[in-house]
């Protein structure tokens, strides 16, 4: 029997091997699958999260390109229109048309027979084009209507078609796990933000490395985005822009090449003019011009002259100025005081170069003359074409932030200063704070005195705030136009623009001027003209007055804004003395 049991026993247990092995089985393929599933959602999650990193990363592209070509299209309307005048419409076309494009992006694709993207190398390609054949209408369009011309035949269609590219792309981002009302707003906001900050990384970083290399310049900016299109959207439609390229590298005169230099003086020399030299620079388009006619010479930057000096009248001592208001910077030196003295023991500080007709008559007097200089495209042009004077070497840096360490840093002072910064159409407003001026004031030596120069409409807020400005700082001063007024040029103009010096001491008293000697006119006839201080300007013109206002470094907004009337005033002047083909080719 007991056989029986184990053979019961063992055919009883035979089976349970086989149920364990199935168990087994289907637990591992129930695990293969949970693992196959959770590895499919990975790969999903996967896939995904790089299809959004994608739109995201083109987004991110397309408007950084927008921000290159925004501020590239800004400095090249700026040696025809002026920095400020071509500023004054860039925003609003720049909002229309990124509107424009992110509301119709669906009719874009509804009516375009192709992507709409492949439009952007196309119209990249254009701007150059345009604005050099615009530019030659400029006397007629005027500083305000120009760029505004300009820019809604390049700018705005690209804007459009970038913006309505960005709606496309965001139409597949993933924005349910935000609150409806963020996922709608989202997109729009954060991309215009983006843009801005794209377009003021591009400003300060271009201001670093602007016409180092070819790509570096404003023509040179142009045509890298629109190669970066033409990589991103290639299409046979490019063959269409054949045709503009081909103008860029051929005819047109704003290419910094020398070809293209050449072609400008082949058309300037049957009007007497010649153009010496030119480069882009962080402060402006730099050139030298010379009138063979007249027998002057002047340093342009953007729209704006910086100095000038006859080339037929040679002083037998120094060159001879173009502009009285130099000589009258000069007159620095005629201030009485109790201690005079004298000019072999003098320091002086100058703050902005132009040409460098104050610190070469310093440096002629004996005077030890430091030079502060942001630009050296400036510097090094007013050393080979104006034979600048240095008794020390240039100092090329930032006046605010230089001042600022030897105020800080240094024991430094000064008998004179003479501060004398103006560029395209307006001043440095920075360089006119309160700030500023309280710097300038510590460098000063008890009896020293400073000299501002200041260009601007007389009849607008701006000069006026300047000078309370000044007041603020100097207990003494007084102020002098360059000429009279002159009615029928304020007719003609519509502004009293005018270059007037305020002369101010760090002492309280009354200033007066000793009258000059021979010797301080350095033989030079329009110093014997000019240097003399003639036309004041009453206190009363700017005391009596309901505004009391000043300027300081954190309310500087406010004069960018007057800063449009009297950039126009200035345009017109600018066109008085320099024909307008001399602007309008560069």
Not at 9 to 31: D, G, I, L, M
Request: hydrophobic share 45%; with cysteine.
């Amino acid at each position: 029997m007991a056989p029986k049991k184990k053979t019961t026993s063992v055919q009883a247990e035979t089976p349970r091997p086989a149920n364990v092995s199935e168990e087994a089985s289907q637990k591992q393929f129930e695990q293969e699958l949970r693992n196959l599933t959770a590895k499919a959602k990975e790969d999903g999650w996967n896939q995904s999260a790089l299809g959004q990193l994608s739109i995201y990363l083109r987004v991110a592209l397309l408007l950084g390109l927008l921000g290159v070509a925004s501020h590239a299209s800004q400095l090249a309307l700026s040696p025809v229109f002026g920095s400020i005048p071509a500023s004054a419409p860039h925003g609003p076309v720049l909002m229309a048309g990124c509107f424009v494009g992110w509301s119709g992006n669906v009719f874009l694709s509804n009516v375009l027979p192709f992507y709409t993207e492949l439009l952007l190398p196309l119209f990249a390609l254009h701007f150059p084009v345009v604005q050099f054949f615009v530019s030659q209408f400029s006397e007629k369009l005027g500083p305000w209507y120009g760029p505004l011309l300009i820019e809604s035949l390049t700018l705005f269609p690209l804007s459009v078609v970038s913006a309505a590219r960005v709606a496309d792309y965001f139409e597949d981002a993933e924005l349910g796990s935000l609150p409806k009302f963020v996922a709608d707003a989202a997109p729009g906001i954060g991309s215009w933000a983006f843009f801005r900050l794209a377009e003021r990384t591009v400003s300060s970083q271009v201001a670093e490395l602007i016409g180092r290399t070819f790509v570096a310049t404003r023509i040179g900016l142009q045509l890298l985005v629109a190669a970066v299109y033409s990589a991103i959207a290639p299409s046979k439609y490019l063959l269409l822009a054949v045709p503009a390229l081909l103008h860029t590298a051929i005819l047109n005169t704003h290419v910094m090449t020398p070809m293209a230099t050449d072609a400008i003086n082949n058309t300037l020399k049957a009007e007497n003019w010649t153009l010496l030299d030119r480069r882009e620079s962080l402060t402006g388009y730099i050139s030298v011009i010379q009138n063979e006619e007249q027998g002057f010479r002047a340093m342009r930057c953007d729209h704006s002259i910086l100095g000038g000096e006859w080339v037929k009248i040679k002083g037998s001592i120094i060159s001879e100025p173009i502009y009285g208001v130099f000589a009258m910077l000069e007159a620095v030196r005629l201030m009485e005081k109790e201690s005079p003295v004298p000019d072999e023991k003098a320091n002086a500080l100058v703050v902005g170069l132009g040409i460098g007709t104050t610190p070469s008559a310093f440096v002629t007097h004996g005077i030890n003359t430091t030079v502060i200089e942001i630009d050296p495209v400036v510097h090094e042009y007013a050393t080979k074409h104006f034979g600048l004077r240095e008794n020390n070497p240039t100092i090329i840096a930032d006046a605010v932030t230089y001042t600022d360490k030897l105020v800080n840093e240094s024991s430094t002072k000064f008998d004179y200063i003479v501060h004398d910064v103006f560029t395209g159409g307006a001043e440095p407003v920075d360089l006119f704070t309160l700030e500023f001026f309280q710097n300038l004031n510590s460098l000063l030596k008890d009896e020293g005195s400073i000299a501002i120069n200041y260009a601007g409409d007389f009849g607008s807020r701006t000069p006026k705030m300047v000078i309370r400005t000044i007041q603020q700082v100097f207990p003494s001063c007084r102020v002098f136009r360059e000429h009279t007024r002159d009615e029928a040029n304020v007719k003609a103009w519509g502004t009293d623009f005018i270059n007037m010096v305020v002369y101010c001491q760090k002492s309280r008293g009354s200033i007066k001027f000793r009258r000059p000697v021979e010797d301080d006119f350095l033989k030079s006839l329009l110093r014997r003209a000019f240097l003399e201080p003639r036309y004041e300007i009453p206190e009363s013109t700017w005391v009596e007055s309901d505004d009391t206002s000043i300027l300081t470094k954190n309310s500087t907004d406010k004069v960018i804004k007057l800063h449009q009337k009297s950039a126009a005033g200035h345009w017109t002047i600018m066109r008085a003395a320099i024909p307008a083909k001399i602007w309008e080719m560069w």
